[in-house]
Every structure is written in structure tokens, then in C-alpha cells.
């Protein structure tokens, strides 16, 4: 079956993906801000050879925060979730791939495999912008 099926499975398949990954990302981005603070995350990303720290933690904390809200909401879906995929692939090949699988890269590879696919496949037809175009009578 085709995601754009307009079955039932089809319409919500990607809704508890898109939920969950996106609170994943969101909850690991407001720990960045409010527990770590821009600073702790700045001065880790400069142990484990980062460039330009400070800005990095920054970027990463908006693309987890404003990412993941995006994929719970299915707006800009694709975008956000490569921008996530792209950060996981960077988190496995410079912290995560030395400690092997099994507690080592294993969630950042399921992040990864699960951000690819919603890059690929967008939000699918349950998303705050196409219920918006559905109610106001205007293409999504």
C-alpha cells in the first residue's frame, strides 16, 4: 500500500512516527536549553572536536526544539526531518560509532532510519497543514 492510499492505515500510518520522533527530539533539545544550558552543551560539543561549538550547540538545540515540533505537527516535515537525520548521522560518526552498537550508536541509528523515512515520505495526510487546507477549502 501506498501512503497516499486514502485507507484508513494509509491516512495515520505516519502519525505515531512523526508524533513520537518528534517529542524525542524536542524533549533531547529542551534538555540542550534548559538542563545543560547552551554553555554545557557548547563545551561538550568542543570535547568531542565539534568546530565552532558555541554555534553548533545552538543550531542543534533549534533543529531538535523547532524540528521536532515541526514533525509532531507535520509542517515543513521533510525538511525538518532531514535536518534531524543529518544531525544523528553527525552524532554517530563523531561520539556515538566507537562504542559499538548495543549501547553505543544504536538510538541515534533508529532516529536516523526514522528521520530518513520521514524525509522521504512527508507528513502524509494527517498533518496540521492539510487538515488547515481541507477546512479552509485550499490546496495543501
Same mark, same amino acid.
Given at each position: 500500500?501506498?501512503?497516499?492510499?486514502?485507507?484508513?492505515?494509509?491516512?495515520?500510518? $505516519?502519525?505515531?512516527?512523526?508524533?513520537?520522533?518528534?517529542?524525542?527530539?524536542?524533549?533531547?533539545?529542551?534538555? @540542550?536549553?534548559?538542563?545543560?544550558?547552551?554553555?554545557?552543551? =557548547?563545551?561538550?560539543?568542543?570535547?568531542?572536536?565539534?568546530?565552532?561549538?558555541?554555534?553548533?550547540?545552538?543550531?542543534?538545540?533549534?533543529?531538535?526544539? /523547532? #524540528?521536532? !515540533? =515541526?514533525?509532531?505537527? #507535520? !509542517?515543513?516535515?521533510?525538511?525538518? =526531518?532531514?535536518? /534531524?537525520?543529518?544531525?544523528? /548521522?553527525?552524532?554517530? $560518526?563523531?561520539?556515538? !560509532? @566507537?562504542?559499538?552498537?548495543?549501547?553505543?550508536?544504536?538510538?541515534? !541509528?533508529?532516529? /536516523?532510519?526514522?528521520?530518513?523515512?520521514?524525509?522521504? $515520505?512527508?507528513?502524509?495526510?494527517?498533518?496540521?497543514? @492539510?487538515?488547515?487546507?481541507?477546512?479552509? #477549502?485550499?490546496?495543501?
Amino acid at each position: 500500500m501506498h501512503v497516499q492510499d486514502s485507507s484508513w492505515a494509509g491516512d495515520w500510518g $505516519l502519525v505515531p512516527l512523526r508524533l513520537v520522533v518528534g517529542l524525542v527530539f524536542v524533549v533531547h533539545g529542551a534538555q @540542550k536549553l534548559f538542563v545543560f544550558g547552551f554553555g554545557g552543551a =557548547a563545551g561538550f560539543m568542543a570535547k568531542v572536536g565539534i568546530p565552532l561549538p558555541s554555534v553548533a550547540a545552538v543550531v542543534v538545540t533549534a533543529v531538535e526544539i /523547532l #524540528g521536532g !515540533l =515541526a514533525l509532531v505537527l #507535520g !509542517l515543513g516535515t521533510r525538511v525538518a =526531518a532531514a535536518l /534531524l537525520a543529518f544531525e544523528m /548521522l553527525v552524532a554517530i $560518526l563523531t561520539v556515538r !560509532l @566507537k562504542m559499538g552498537f548495543v549501547g553505543g550508536y544504536e538510538f541515534e !541509528l533508529t532516529l /536516523l532510519a526514522a528521520s530518513l523515512s520521514l524525509a522521504l $515520505l512527508g507528513a502524509g495526510p494527517v498533518s496540521v497543514r @492539510k487538515i488547515f487546507a481541507r477546512r479552509t #477549502g485550499t490546496a495543501a
